[in-house]
C-alpha cells in the first residue's frame, strides 16, 4: 500500500450545535435513546423514508458489538480495548461485556465530539478500567500514538480495537483505508481490529444495490451529510495486514449468530458488513470469504 498521504481536512464536530444533525445523536435517536434533537430526529426520518427499519440496523450493530467484545474478552484473550468513535452511551455498552468475561479488562473510548465526552465521563468512567478520552480518528500518529488515550493501554501488548459504524462517515478524501493501515501497523501482534460499514454489494445483490444508493443519497444529501455505502473490495482494504476471523467480511448476523434466525433479515440489515482481523507475527492480505457463496 501506498505511504499516507498528508490529511488537510479537518471534520470539525457538531457538538452542541443543535441546528445541525450529530452522528452521534443520530445514532442515540435510532436505539430509542433520549439524547437528542428535532434536527436528528428529522435527519434520521428522511434515511427512514427508504428504509423505514433502519433502527434495527443499529440494535443488529450493538448485537455484533456484543458478540466480538464476548469473543475477544473471551476466547481471545484480549483484555484491553479501545472503542473509537463511541458515541453517546447506550445500554450494552463495551465495557460492560467485556469487564463480563473479565472483570479487570480495560476499556478506552474516543469520541471528537464533546457532548459525547461530558455524557460518556459521567456515565461510562464507573471504575478504574474504563475511561473516555476526547480524540479524533484522524489525528496525526494515530489514536496509538495519543498520549492521553495510550496512558491507559499498553502498546507492546495486544489490543483490541473496535471502528463500528464510523468509516463510512469518512470521505475518499480521507482515504479510510490508508488511514486503517497507519493504525494496524501501530498494533502489536495478537490484536485484533473489528470494523462494521454501509455496504454496496454491487453486482452481487443488483436489487440491495439500488437500496443502497438511494440510503447514500439519503444520508449524504438530505439528512447527516455523510454516510457512503462502499463495496467489499473497498471494504477489505481496511484489513490489509490482518487475517479475518471467519466467516470473514460478512452481513453483521453471519458473524457467529448467537442463535438460529428469528425473523426473515430486513433489506436494510442486507446492506451493513463487517469483520474482525488478527494481526500475526508477519502480516498477511486479509482472506476473502464470502459468506454468500456459503450459503
Not at 12 to 41: E, F, H, W
Not at 114 to 131: F, I, W
Request: net charge negative; charged share 25%; proline share 8%.
Amino acid at each position: 500500500m501506498a505511504e499516507p498521504a498528508p490529511r488537510t481536512g479537518v471534520r470539525v464536530p457538531v457538538g452542541v450545535d443543535t441546528t445541525r444533525p450529530s452522528i452521534a445523536r443520530v445514532y442515540d435517536y435510532s436505539l430509542g435513546g433520549k439524547d437528542n434533537y428535532d434536527v436528528d430526529r428529522v435527519a434520521f426520518e428522511q434515511v427512514m423514508e427508504f428504509a423505514p427499519r433502519q433502527g434495527d440496523v443499529s440494535r443488529m450493530n450493538r448485537r455484533w458489538l456484543h458478540r466480538v467484545v464476548r469473543y475477544l474478552a473471551g476466547p481471545a484473550g484480549i483484555d484491553q480495548f479501545l472503542d473509537i468513535g463511541a458515541g453517546l452511551p447506550t445500554v450494552g455498552n463495551t465495557h460492560q461485556i467485556a469487564q463480563q468475561e473479565n472483570p479487570e479488562a480495560k476499556v478506552v473510548y474516543v469520541d471528537n465530539d464533546p457532548v459525547c465526552n461530558a455524557h460518556g465521563r459521567v456515565l461510562l468512567e464507573q471504575n478504574e478500567n474504563t475511561h473516555y478520552v476526547y480524540g479524533d480518528i484522524l489525528e496525526e500518529g494515530t489514536l496509538l500514538e495519543n498520549k492521553q488515550v495510550m496512558q491507559y493501554l499498553d502498546p507492546d501488548r495486544p489490543i483490541g480495537v473496535f471502528v463500528c459504524g464510523l468509516l463510512h462517515h469518512l470521505d475518499d478524501d480521507l482515504d479510510p483505508a490508508v488511514m486503517m493501515h497507519e493504525y494496524i501497523q501501530r498494533l502489536s501482534a495478537g490484536s485484533y481490529v473489528a470494523i462494521t460499514n454501509f455496504w454496496d454489494p454491487g453486482d452481487e445483490d443488483p436489487q440491495l444495490h439500488t437500496l443502497a444508493k438511494q440510503l447514500e443519497r439519503a444520508f449524504t444529501e438530505m439528512g447527516l451529510g455523510s454516510g457512503w455505502y462502499r463495496t467489499r473490495k473497498q471494504q477489505l482494504e481496511y484489513f490489509e495486514g490482518l487475517e479475518l476471523i471467519p466467516p470473514g467480511l460478512s452481513e453483521l448476523e453471519d458473524w457467529w449468530p448467537s442463535g438460529p434466525p428469528t425473523r426473515q433479515r430486513l433489506p436494510e440489515e442486507k446492506v451493513v458488513i463487517g469483520g474482525v482481523g488478527y494481526k500475526r507475527h508477519v502480516p498477511t492480505r486479509p482472506t476473502v470469504i464470502n459468506p454468500r457463496s456459503e450459503k
